[in-house]
């Protein structure tokens, strides 16, 4: 694909999108990640815009992501929530992958919290712990910058440095203790999948410095950074990883874990969305 051809996709998506949305102008936009949707029960929906509608989005297949772009106000801010996610190991390439996030920034949501399930690689981390992303590891073995570069999206070299915001990691550590609990805080490692890392492969990232693991999120924030968007990231552990535990991975699992926290998550997001919209 072209730079230009993918900017011509972002913005047809972004027309089509603004064509529904009517006044709804976000300021924040939203990744929920693997059983993290019953609590959006807390969000005034104006639009839920199945993906199969938005010109370019693809379906997301994976059991507990619903596929759909919501627009209205969460804790009084106008959002724009990406319910369910595309991932690399469902067959799309990580333009495809990146596609929605693009599309949610260009609609003004210069502010991102992005959410993911993950496996607890660090010991020290929990089923049910939320954990604040410091870094992270991209081992996809890809990226959405490869190929010509589009200036009008972002640089040809992008910084990471703070790919993670601190301000927005420091104000969510206050929220938290605020609530009563300690937010973690860890480097993700993203990787291919589907299948689960071996003990091995665990012991082995968390030799190269990883707490967390998980399936998403890298390429996004990678997206999200050429944009200039200020990123928030937070993992949900939903079990320890392989070698940890003691019995097998599941995705049943993932899910159960994922809803059991759910609620402190968007406690926490309804309490760091209204300065986030200011910042």
């Known amino acids: 694909m072209s730079a230009a051809n993918e900017k011509a996709r972002i913005d047809l998506a972004v027309k089509h999108v603004r064509a529904k949305a009517g006044k709804v102008k976000p300021r924040v936009g939203i990744v929920l990640g693997s059983g993290l949707g019953k609590a959006l029960d807390r969000m005034k929906i104006a639009h839920a815009l199945p993906y199969s509608e938005i010109p370019g989005f693809l379906p997301s297949t994976v059991a507990g992501h619903a596929g759909r772009l919501l627009l209205g106000t969460l804790a009084g801010v106008e959002v724009v929530v990406m319910q369910g996610r595309i991932h690399l190991y469902e067959g799309h390439g990580p333009k495809d992958v990146v596609l929605p996030t693009r599309v949610m920034i260009t609609l003004g949501a210069t502010r991102l919290v992005i959410t993911n ?46 790919a993670y915001e601190v301000g927005f990691r420091r104000l969510a550590h206050e929220k938290a203790l605020a609530r009563g609990f300690v937010l973690r805080e860890g480097v993700y490692a993203g990787l291919l999948g589907p299948a689960y890392e071996t003990p091995a492969e665990v012991r082995m990232l968390r030799g190269m410095g990883a707490d967390a693991v998980g399936m998403s999120t890298v390429l996004e924030v990678i997206a999200a950074r050429h944009m200039g968007a200020r990123v928030l990231g937070i993992s949900c552990v939903s079990n320890q990883a392989a070698g ?24 926490l997001m309804s309490d760091v969305l209204p300065t986030m919209a200011k910042k």
């Open 117 to 162: 399930a993950a496996g607890g690689a660090n010991p020290a981390l929990m089923p049910g712990d939320l954990m604040a992303i410091r870094d992270h590891l991209n081992l996809t073995g890809t990226t959405p910058l490869m190929g010509p570069n589009e200036d009008a999206l972002g640089p040809r070299f992008p910084d990471m440095t703070d």
């Open 244 to 267: 940890l535990s003691g019995h097998p991975l599941t995705h049943d699992e993932v899910q159960t874990t994922a809803k059991g926290i759910e609620s402190r998550l968007f406690d």
